[in-house]
T-cell receptor, first 112, second 110 residues
Framework: AAGVIQSPRHLIKEKRETATLKCYPI?????VYWYQQGPGQDPQFLIS???????DKGSIPDRFSAQQFSDYHSELNMSSLELGDSALYFC???????????FGEGSRLTVL | DAKTTQPNSMESNEEEPVHLPCNHS???????IHWYRQLPSQGPEYVIH???SNVNNRMASLAIAEDRKSSTLILHRATLRDAAVYYC???????????FGKGTKLSVKP
């Protein structure tokens, strides 16, 4: 069965650079979530989208933005990168009526 | 979002049952009880969820207290592959967000 696809899997950037992470949800899933997990930390909710509209916002820095496109894929844009942005970024998707979230394998961002 | 409390860590022997407790005394009537687990270097994985009644699936069982202020995830026969951090999370309604707290790190000994 198709899973949530995230790209790139690994990304290395310098401070103050910009990074974009992509997420392709499971077909027919209409809700997408982004989470950030720092080293040794629990996943932190950043933002979610339902039917291409932002549905909820968590602890997402102002330097970050995200959107969901007409094909339901989502992108997380991060600007003015800081060392503290180094983390695993997970995307998850859900078909509205089931309540179960499916997570991707994550994108590991390293900021040098 | 209502808070959950779990032990920091637990140990189990392989092929023995494991009972992972979770307290959620401030749960509201529309909160679903979700369990996810995260293996090292992997994304969280859904385990089970329920509202009021006990639930069983191929991975585990979920026992929910009658007052819903606590629940227990039951792994019937632990394997080495079950070693992970287990998160008990309350989701508001069927469309809420998952807000992760501090989970229980389960170690399984051969």
């Amino acid at each position: 069965a198709a899973g949530v696809i995230q790209s790139p899997r690994h990304l290395i950037k310098e401070k103050r650079e910009t990074a974009t992470l992509k997420c392709y949800p499971i077909p027919r899933h209409d809700t997408v979530y982004w989470y950030q997990q720092g080293p040794g930390q629990d996943p932190q909710f950043l933002i979610s989208f339902y039917e291409k509209m932002q549905s909820d916002k968590g602890s997402i820095p102002d330097r970050f933005s995200a959107q969901q496109f007409s094909d339901y894929h989502s992108e997380l844009n991060m600007s003015s990168l800081e060392l503290g942005d180094s983390a695993l970024y997970f995307c998850a998707s859900r078909r509205d009526e089931t309540g179960e979230l499916f997570f991707g394998e994550g994108s590991r961002l390293t900021v040098l | 979002d209502a808070k959950t409390t779990q032990p920091n860590s637990m140990e189990s022997n392989e092929e023995e049952p494991v009972h992972l407790p979770c307290n959620h005394s401030t749960i509201s009537g529309t909160d679903y009880i979700h369990w996810y687990r995260q293996l090292p270097s992997q994304g969280p994985e859904y385990v089970i969820h329920g509202l009021t009644s006990n639930v069983n699936n191929r991975m585990a069982s979920l026992a929910i207290a009658e007052d819903r202020k606590s629940s227990t995830l039951i792994l019937h026969r632990a394997t080495l592959r079950d070693a992970a951090v287990y998160y008990c999370i309350l989701m508001r309604g069927s469309q809420g967000n998952l807000i992760f707290g501090k989970g229980t790190k389960l170690s399984v000994k051969p």
